[in-house]
């Protein structure tokens, strides 16, 4: 029989997105309805082995659903990477009498509890945070969602400019190992292509699109590139290349970069913290443990943190359809 949860830990850890504080929420507030204690750690795992911890209540959570970011912080450990500060990390828990532990973050945040796992035998569940939504387990990552809003409405914003002055944009969003980002917002903005690292457009038949653009009238154009996207080697890189080859274009770059990180998360977002967040806790008490907690056909379901780990996620082949069709 499993031992019986009586103060959970929760933390953050590698890149912010929106959605993890109202998933911190969740936990605090979950552990509350059940009579759990529920521990903040702050800085991730360096906070773990420090023990740089603070209460949690369901008031003192209050007001951050709303919130981008993480007010537990954020860092990445080269000290838990080590055996010595997994031990620290395991003494210190255990010294403050946490006997569970729910990780928001991505594949590194899951690894580090993977092996912390194993090694201690210490109860531990993921919860997916990162925009890049490159988890396998889960078809949304916290985040995701608010990205694809906010890199839309960038998006937006740049084809004015790019129309008044007959431009070609290169937009660069996140995206270094899995173009969604890309893919999504690139249909969602009517981009006139879309450059992601899991289709090789290659470089001649990039041409030929804009040139299939500029003959059907269209005198801008935005293209959207994943950072990850293997045609060029960096997005400057193409920008000279069609500098080179279409004359008639003046082309520029706008790289989004952390912006699309930040601000309030959408409604989805935060509906799906509060919706993990209240799966984490509850799969702890009932002793379960090394697992993420991911959306699967709009149900919250638990995936072994070795499979959210080694697994990869797909791409969306028939949104690659919608935006061949979406790009004549």
């Given at each position: 029989?499993?031992?019986?949860?009586?103060?959970i830990?929760?933390?953050?850890?590698?890149?912010?997105?929106?959605g993890?504080?109202?998933?911190?929420?969740?936990?605090?507030?979950?552990?509350a309805?059940?009579?759990?204690?529920c521990?903040?750690?702050?800085?991730?795992?360096?906070?773990?082995?420090?023990?740089?911890?603070?209460?949690?209540?369901?008031?003192?959570?209050?007001?951050?659903?709303?919130?981008?970011?993480?007010?537990?912080?954020?860092?990445?450990?080269?000290?838990?990477?080590?055996a010595?500060?997994?031990?620290?990390?395991?003494?210190?828990?255990?010294?403050?009498?946490?006997?569970?532990?729910?990780?928001?973050?991505?594949?590194?945040?899951?690894?580090?509890?993977?092996?912390?796992?194993?090694?201690?035998?210490?109860?531990?569940?993921?919860?997916?945070?990162?925009?890049?939504?490159?988890?396998?387990?889960?078809?949304?990552?916290?985040?995701?969602?608010?990205?694809?809003?906010?890199?839309?409405?960038c998006?937006?914003?740049?084809?004015?400019?790019?129309?008044?002055?007959?431009?070609?944009?290169?937009?660069?969003?996140?995206?270094?190992?899995?173009?969604?980002?890309?893919?999504?917002?690139?249909?969602?903005?009517?981009?006139?292509?879309?450059?992601?690292?899991?289709?090789?457009?290659?470089?001649?038949?990039?041409?030929?699109?804009?040139?299939?653009?500029?003959?059907?009238?269209?005198?801008?154009?935005?293209?959207?590139?994943?950072?990850?996207?293997?045609?060029?080697?960096t997005?400057?890189?193409?920008?000279?290349?069609?500098?080179?080859?279409?004359?008639?274009?003046?082309?520029?770059?706008?790289?989004?970069?952390?912006?699309q990180?930040?601000?309030?998360?959408?409604?989805?977002?935060?509906?799906?913290?509060?919706?993990?967040?209240?799966?984490?806790?509850?799969?702890?008490?009932?002793?379960q443990?090394?697992?993420?907690?991911?959306?699967?056909?709009?149900?919250?379901?638990?995936?072994?943190l070795?499979?959210?780990?080694?697994?990869?996620?797909?791409?969306?082949?028939?949104?690659?359809?919608v935006?061949?069709?979406?790009?004549?």
């Amino acid at each position: 029989m499993s031992k019986k949860i009586k103060r959970i830990g929760v933390m953050t850890s590698g890149g912010d997105a929106p959605g993890m504080n109202a998933a911190i929420r969740s936990v605090a507030r979950t552990c509350a309805f059940h009579n759990i204690e529920c521990v903040g750690i702050y800085r991730g795992y360096e906070g773990m082995i420090e023990g740089d911890f603070t209460e949690l209540t369901a008031r003192n959570v209050k007001g951050i659903i709303n919130k981008g970011g993480t007010i537990l912080k954020s860092a990445r450990s080269k000290e838990f990477r080590t055996a010595d500060g997994r031990k620290k990390a395991y003494a210190t828990l255990t010294a403050n009498g946490i006997d569970g532990l729910v990780t928001i973050g991505g594949d590194g945040t899951f690894n580090g509890a993977l092996i912390f796992n194993k090694e201690y035998g210490f109860p531990v569940m993921g919860i997916p945070g990162t925009i890049d939504n490159d988890i396998f387990g889960t078809s949304h990552t916290l985040g995701y969602d608010t990205a694809l809003n906010t890199v839309v409405d960038c998006i937006d914003k740049i084809r004015d400019t790019a129309s008044s002055h007959n431009r070609l944009f290169f937009v660069e969003v996140m995206g270094r190992d899995a173009g969604h980002i890309a893919l999504n917002v690139g249909i969602g903005a009517g981009a006139e292509e879309i450059l992601i690292p899991e289709e090789d457009l290659g470089l001649d038949r990039l041409l030929e699109s804009l040139r299939r653009s500029k003959k059907s009238g269209k005198s801008s154009s935005i293209v959207v590139v994943a950072e990850g996207d293997k045609i060029g080697k960096t997005v400057f890189e193409l920008k000279d290349y069609v500098e080179e080859n279409m004359t008639e274009y003046e082309v520029r770059v706008s790289v989004l970069g952390h912006m699309q990180r930040g601000g309030p998360p959408s409604c989805f977002d935060r509906v799906l913290a509060s919706r993990m967040g209240v799966k984490a806790v509850e799969s702890l008490m009932e002793g379960q443990s090394n697992f993420m907690v991911g959306l699967v056909s709009d149900k919250i379901e638990l995936t072994p943190l070795e499979n959210a780990v080694k697994g990869k996620s797909e791409i969306n082949k028939e949104l690659i359809r919608v935006s061949d069709i979406m790009t004549t």
